[in-house]
Each structure stands twice: as C-alpha cells, then as structure tokens.
C-alpha cells in the first residue's frame, strides 16, 4: 500500500519525456493560464478552436488522475492529439502542480476547489457545454464537476475512475504484486520514506505494476523520462477528499455516461466501473481486454474509437 500511496502523489514534471514534438504539426495548440481567487490554472489546448475557428463538435476538459500528478502521464503517446484532430480537447494540471503550481499558501485542495477550478477554465475557454472526461483520480472530480454543474455537461467519461466514495475502492496491486510490495518496502527502508529518491522510486515500482503488456509497460517507462513531484500536494488533496460521498448525487445525473475500465487494472479493480454504471442513469459499461489501468496508453485505437462514437453520438 505505501507505494500505491506514494505514486498516487507524486507529480510527473510538464519537463517529462514529451511526444508533442512527433505529433504538433498541422494540430492548433495554446497553453495559458485563468486566474481564480486562489491563483493561477494552467493548461494546453489542441485542435479546432484552440486559436482558430470552433470545429463545431462537443469540447472536451480532461481532468487527470493521482492526486498529486500533472497532466503529463496522459500525454506519452497521441491519443489526445488524435481526438483533437475534430475537435478541442483541453488538458490542465491540478491547483499546486506543474503548470498551476502558482497559487496561495494554504489555499484549499478540496473537492469543492478542484471543481471550482474546472468551471474556472471552461467559463474562460466560452464553452457553453463541455464532455467532462475524468481519469482515475480525475473521475471523481469530473462527477463532483457534472453534479455541481450538470447544465454545462453533455456527456461524462470515467475511465479507470475512482468510486465516489473512497471506502468503496477496490485496489489489488498488493495482492497480485507481493514481490513488488516487498522490494518497495525494503526500499523505504534504505532510502527513507520521505525522500526525494524513495518517492522516485515508489513511483517507477508503481508503474511497472498498473500494466497488462509488459512490453506496453516498458515502452511507457522508458518515455518517462525525469520525473517532478510533490507530495504534499497528493497527501493534502487526499486528506481534503478523504470523506467524500458522492453516491446519491450520481444516482440523479441525467446526462449520458461512459464508464471504461481495463480489464487487468488492478490499481481500481473493474468491479468499481462495474458498479459506478450501474449506480448512474444512462451509463454504458466498455470493457478492454488487453488493458491494466491505462487503456488510453495501452489500446489507443480501441480507445479513441469508443470515445469518439459516444462523443458524436446523438
């Protein structure tokens, strides 16, 4: 559990092994910032209406996972890039990481924060109605964002999300990785826990178990590159959302919702996407076969088709 928790805050620096430079030309590209009360939000946009004319297909936000981690982990292979050929896709990092590490001291890392912060962001973009995607960690946040501001979400994504509740959460990696678990351990020992080295390698030891192709796992590894963190963003936005409970709201979303899981994620186990589409109205359960806990990395075509079907869908 320690290494769970340790890669759950940490931050991948936006410095990180980037792919942009193989995928932007010919793509509309903006990065910037919307400033709130508590200070500034990065973010990147890519495609139709990122400094051009709007495409006319249904914007996407992406709210990405950890807490603790930047949008960068989402970045290592085009599938954003792809999705943006048609339409904006909007990526961001979270208040006090990366890009938005520029707020206040003290400022809050509650639930009722994050949303704030999305609802910042697409209120700056103009964009009246928004597809909300939300990425594991990110998942709760986009159900926060579609309960608090259901007017503004046409569609909702949770892939590979957390549950709304944490007590609900079914995390296996312990299990189906004793030798991992226990390498991690004896390395916390020698390194001490809050170092910068034991975080680093928490981080790595994590990664090397949320895959199903180990050749996926080690193409990812190696585009990882320098890793940044900051766990004292991720211990204080867990404590912030440790006793939240969404799982009444849910149950009154009105809009369509895609529930994706890998088959193999072993970090949110498919049992909580299972029964998040059964606990929110008009959800569509997709399972992919060849997938750990980032099907958007590791079946990036069977991904992109899914979304963009449920996308443009009437």
Excluded at 13 to 35: I, N
Excluded at 82 to 98: F, H, K, N
């Amino acid at each position: 559990m320690r290494s769970f928790v340790l890669a759950l805050i940490a931050a991948l620096a936006l410095s990180a092994a980037d792919p942009r430079p193989g995928w932007a030309a010919g793509l509309a590209h903006h990065a910037g910032t919307v400033t709130t009360d508590d200070g500034a939000i990065g973010y990147e946009t890519f495609g139709p209406g990122a400094g051009g004319a709007a495409s006319g297909r249904l914007p996407v936000i992406v709210a990405n996972g950890g807490p603790g981690l930047t949008h960068a982990y989402m970045m290592l292979n085009d599938l954003w890039p792809r999705v943006a050929r048609d339409r904006l896709v909007v990526v961001y990092d979270p208040r006090g990481l990366g890009a938005s590490r520029h707020i206040k001291p003290g400022a809050p890392q509650t639930l009722a924060a994050q949303v704030a912060d999305l609802e910042a962001l697409r209120a700056a973009l103009k964009l009246d109605r928004i597809a909300v995607v939300g990425d594991s960690f990110g998942g709760l946040v986009a159900m926060a964002y579609a309960c608090d501001h259901p007017d503004r979400v046409a569609r909702l994504v949770l892939s590979d999300s957390v549950p709304p509740r944490s007590k609900d959460m079914v995390h296996l990696l312990p299990d189906a990785f004793p030798d991992v678990e226990a390498q991690d351990a004896a390395d916390m020992t020698r390194l001490g826990p809050t170092t910068e080295a034991a975080a680093r390698v928490s981080l790595r030891d994590h990664f090397r178990m949320i895959f199903y192709a180990p050749a996926k796992r080690d193409a990812y590894l190696a585009r990882m590159g320098d890793l940044g963190f900051d766990p004292a963003v991720g211990a204080a936005v867990t404590k912030a959302t440790a006793d939240v409970d969404l799982t009444e709201r849910v149950k009154a979303l009105t809009m369509p919702t895609l529930v994706l899981t890998g088959r193999y994620d072993l970090n949110v186990a498919p049992i909580v996407a299972w029964r998040m589409a059964h606990e929110i109205p008009h959800a569509r359960y997709v399972v992919f076969e060849q997938s750990g806990h980032l099907p958007a990395y590791e079946e990036p075509g069977a991904y992109r088709a899914v979304l963009e079907r449920f996308l443009d869908a009437p």
